[in-house]
């Protein structure tokens, strides 16, 4: 399949997102809201809930799922509360020590002014700073669309999987386009240069599973809660000094291949 085949189904209006995912894998979800300095921001869902029987954090990126939703979501793209959000929550695990489970569905973070004039980019840097720091395990999983920062600020992780027909990029391909070429026609070109696709990311060594699209939904949601399962049961056995210099590592070797 093409690069911008999966560009497209990645964006599919009707893709599973963050909340149908926390619906089918988790139980007894609380979600817990706002930043404490600004205001609560719709387009990043963050509480603590049951996996099976141990509690963990969840923190997802929502793009909403009708048009309404949508608007009230900003259609998955966080300001600077969402993102501060999201590092009290990862604050709060580790001091709690429960795992950290991310859920990655965004075009990118807001580029608004209003976005900008509250510390967009801090607000970023602080969830790439703890996270890379932080004492108890972390998973993400892109479901959709992995853009830019936005993306990346859940994505500092133990381990980084996809979904079969995710995206996962420094870039849009349209936004490429427009900038290598003056024309964003030229995103399907863009796409396939971009190397975003999970099947190619993962040639790369820069995720470390790929989540079968093939058998449906249903049959989605229960490979990732039984590969989390077993990947934080093992994870919690592990000295957090060692679980540390193991995240360290896994970002030093990237570019290497």
């Known amino acids: 399949m093409a690069a911008y085949d999966i560009v497209t189904k990645a964006r599919a ?4 997102t963050t909340k149908n995912y926390i619906e089918n894998i988790f139980t007894d979800f609380i979600e817990l809201h706002g930043d404490r ?7 990043v869902i963050s509480g603590i809930a049951f996996l099976d029987t141990t509690p963990v954090t969840v923190i997802g990126l929502e793009k909403g799922q009708d048009t309404k939703d949508k608007i009230s979501r900003n259609f998955g793209s966080a300001q600077p509360e969402g993102y501060r959000k999201a ?4 604050q709060l695990a580790e001091k709690f020590n429960r795992p950290v489970i991310c859920f990655v569905d965004t075009s990118g973070a807001y580029c608004g002014i ?3 004039e509250r510390g967009q980019g801090q607000a970023i840097a602080e969830c790439l700073y703890n996270l890379m720091t932080l004492k108890v395990p972390v998973i993400s999983i892109i479901i959709g669309e992995g853009g830019s920062g ?4 859940l994505a500092v992780a133990d381990e980084v999987w996809m979904l079969e027909n995710s995206i996962y990029s420094v870039i849009s391909p349209e936004g490429c386009a427009s900038i290598l070429w003056k024309d964003s026609s030229k995103a399907a070109e863009a796409a396939e240069c971009l ?8 040639k790369l060594n820069i995720i470390d599973k790929v989540i079968s699209e093939k058998l449906g939904q249903k049959q989605s949601y229960e490979t990732i809660k039984r590969l989390l399962l077993e990947t934080i049961n093992a994870s919690m056995n592990i000295d957090e ?3 540390l210099e193991k995240r360290y590592q896994r970002f030093r070797k ?3 291949t």
Do not use: P, V
Not at 195 to 202: F, N, R
């Open 241 to 243: 000094n060692d679980l």
């Open 87 to 90: 590092l009290r929550q990862m």
């Open 195 to 202: 190397k975003l696709t999970s099947k190619e990311l993962y």
């Open 254 to 256: 990237f570019g290497n």
């Open 150 to 153: 936005g993306a990346l600020a």
């Open 13 to 16: 209006n009707g893709r599973a």
């Open 114 to 116: 209003g976005a900008e």
């Open 37 to 43: 300095r600004f205001s609560d921001d719709n387009a």
